[in-house]
Structure formats: structure tokens, C-alpha cells
């Protein structure tokens, strides 16, 4: 198989996605051994179908940001200046139980200290909804999980929490003395020579985004949301990145450009073993920032999905998808997180690599 024929039965299997999500379009990456096979957007930056995605949109990356946030904790825990075990008591000062009842590095990597997300998301829709462009302030979340109170002791359970990587956020600037902007640039971006990845802190620094689209401010019609949704909403900063580029970040990470093999077996240990299955992934874990498939015929399965007003996102590594290493990403302009779409875009890839005889390696 060439690789243009490669490309046309991707385009094919993610426009089948797409038009089953009702959904614009997505930008995707992949990447075998190393090497960029094929980027490209498939489908539509606008509702009208008037303007065809680029490969190079920007999007929101949404929680794709928390393996971004533990590459860095495990580069400072490889420097001696963090440890995965010790109390993370006295940088808790804000939070009362959390002083009571340490958690420590590993717990919140894993979402097993017992920190609270939003509540039941009440107070927090509400005030999205009615003011978009005033994201709450790290105080405002902060009183929230106070307020929450912890939900079980560190190390008796499982909770995913966006406030739990929003302190882990604010762990890494103390120890660093930079802004979650400027230590991701430091340990990530430049490193990989990134040029349209970055964390904005401001409404007007997202206005480069792609049109992303949501019935959430609306009720019912969809909205562009990038003129309304400041980043600040999401707790622990968010990430925008281009398909490619992001598949440029996972796969250095689990290459070994990013951090060096002992620490990224730690973060592919599943701390928490679900015992459900993942309609794609199948079996499924969470190890340190990483969602992890642990009964894959792909190999070591590890990444994890994102989902916000606008956009739903998708980035995952496998160790051996026909025979090769390969990263899969897909980003797409309408927030169906309902359906998981950008794993579900992922998997739908890899089905065609599955299935694809002769499969040629050559770049995109």
C-alpha cells in the first residue's frame, strides 16, 4: 500500500466518524517509529462546509494536558527535587484536610489523594454559562475543594480530578519558580522545536484557535466557541497544540526523548485497574497521567483523551501496531465527548493500519 492510499482509506474511516458525530471535522497525526506518515484535516473548519480543516488547526488539547504536567514532575523527580512518596503537606496549606491527611506526588499523578473535582458541577456550569470570558480564579478552586472536603483518604480510592493536577500545577511552579506556560516550554516545547504549541493565559492569546463547536452556552444551536471560552476554566491550564505536533510530544515521551526509561515505566505502572472495558481500548487503567490498555493486541497502550466546550481530543501510543511503534492523535471541532470521538477517530485509524497490506512507512 502507498501512502496516498494509505491517506484516502484514513480520510475515508475518519469522515465515517465524523459524519456519525455530526461533527465538522478533525485534524489528525500519525506517526510510526519516529517518523510523521500522514497528517492532515479531514473534513471542515466551519458548519456551512465552506472551508476544509488545515492539518495545521490549532485546538484545545484538554486533558491530554495532564501527561504533559507529569512529564514534568518526573523530570524533577529524576533531578532529585521531587519524590513521588513524600507528604505533599506543606504546599497544601491552602487546604486544610489536605494538610491532615498528606497525598503525596504519586497520588495526585494518579488520582488517588482523595482530592474533589468541581462538586456535582452546579456552581461551576452555572457560572461558565453565564460568563465565559471570566474563568474562575485559582482561589475560587481552590474554596471549592475545601468546601468539597476530601472524598476518601490518600491511597483508599480512585477520583479523577481536574483540582488535583490544578495543585500539581501549582507544586511545579513552586518548585520551579516558573508559570505552568513557561516550565511546559522549558521541558517540552522547545526541546522538540514546537512552533504553535503553547499554553494560553488569556482570551485573546486563544483567538488562533480553529472554530470549535458547542450546543453548551446555547442550549440547543452551536456556537463557535472561541471567542467566549477563557482558557482559565480549566484548572490546571490547557494546552494548544496542532495534531502533529502533539504526536511529536507523545511519541518522544515514550521514545525516551523526554524522560529517561525508569521514570516513564513508573508512569505505565497501573495504579488504578478498572473493571469496566473501554468500548475501544478494552481493559483499561491509570497509571501516572497516562490512561493505560492493559489487554491490547497493540502492545503497551498508553495516552489519554480530552473533552471541553468545542472540542474533543485524542492521543495515544502503541508499542506494536503492526510491528512498529506508533502514535495516533485526532482533534475534532465539536465537543462530542458523549461519544469519546477523538479516541474513537484514534482506534478508527488504527483499524485501517490493521487491515492494510504492505503498508508503505514512508512520510507524509
Not at 500539581?168 to 522549558?186: K, P
Not at 480553529?210 to 452551536?222: A, C, H, I, K, V
Request: proline fraction near 6%; include cysteine.
Amino acid at each position: 500500500m502507498t501512502n496516498q492510499d494509505l491517506k484516502t482509506r484514513v480520510r475515508a474511516a475518519v469522515e465515517r466518524e465524523l459524519q456519525e458525530a455530526e461533527t465538522p471535522g478533525a485534524a489528525i497525526a500519525l506517526l510510526r517509529s519516529g517518523k510523521t506518515i500522514l497528517k492532515a484535516g479531514v473534513g471542515y473548519a466551519d458548519l456551512q462546509q465552506q472551508c476544509p480543516l488545515p492539518s495545521d488547526a490549532r485546538f484545545y488539547i484538554y486533558s491530554i494536558t495532564k501527561p504533559l504536567l507529569a512529564t514534568v514532575a518526573m523530570n524533577l523527580v529524576q533531578a532529585g527535587r521531587l519524590d513521588l512518596d513524600t507528604s505533599l503537606a506543606p504546599q497544601f496549606a491552602q487546604i486544610p484536610y489536605a494538610v491532615e491527611s498528606p497525598v503525596t506526588l504519586r497520588q495526585l499523578l494518579s488520582h488517588t489523594g482523595g482530592i474533589p473535582g468541581y462538586g456535582d458541577g452546579t456552581a461551576y456550569v452555572q457560572d461558565l454559562q453565564a460568563h465565559p470570558q471570566q474563568a474562575w480564579t485559582t482561589e475560587k478552586f481552590l474554596q471549592v475543594a475545601q468546601d468539597q472536603g476530601q472524598l476518601f483518604l490518600p491511597g483508599t480510592g480512585w477520583a479523577y480530578s481536574n483540582i488535583g493536577y490544578m495543585l500539581l500545577r501549582l507544586i511545579l511552579t513552586q518548585e520551579t519558580g516558573l508559570s505552568v506556560s513557561e516550565y511546559l516550554a522549558e521541558w517540552i516545547f522547545r526541546p522538540l522545536g514546537l512552533q504553535h504549541t503553547f499554553v494560553p493565559e488569556t482570551l485573546e492569546q486563544a483567538q488562533g484557535l480553529t472554530p470549535g463547536y458547542s450546543q453548551f452556552f446555547t442550549g440547543d444551536e452551536l456556537q463557535n466557541v472561541v471567542p467566549l471560552y477563557h482558557p482559565g476554566w480549566v484548572s490546571h491550564g490547557v494546552v494548544v497544540s496542532t495534531a502533529a505536533e502533539l504526536g511529536k510530544i507523545i511519541d518522544a515521551l515514550f521514545s525516551g526523548t523526554l524522560l529517561a526509561p525508569e521514570r516513564l515505566r513508573q508512569m505505565l505502572e497501573p495504579i488504578q485497574v478498572f473493571d469496566f472495558e473501554h468500548p475501544q481500548i478494552g481493559k483499561i487503567g491509570y497509571g501516572l497521567g497516562l490512561c493505560l490498555g492493559l489487554e491490547s493486541p497493540y502492545g503497551t497502550v498508553a495516552g489519554h483523551n480530552g473533552a471541553g466546550p468545542g472540542y474533543v481530543t485524542g492521543a495515544f501510543y502503541l508499542s506494536n501496531a503492526r510491528g512498529q511503534p506508533t502514535t495516533v492523535v485526532a482533534l475534532a471541532n465539536r465537543d462530542r465527548h458523549d461519544l469519546d470521538l477523538g479516541t474513537r477517530i484514534v482506534f478508527a485509524i488504527l483499524r485501517v493500519l490493521a487491515d492494510a497490506p504492505d503498508l508503505a512507512d514512508a512520510p507524509d
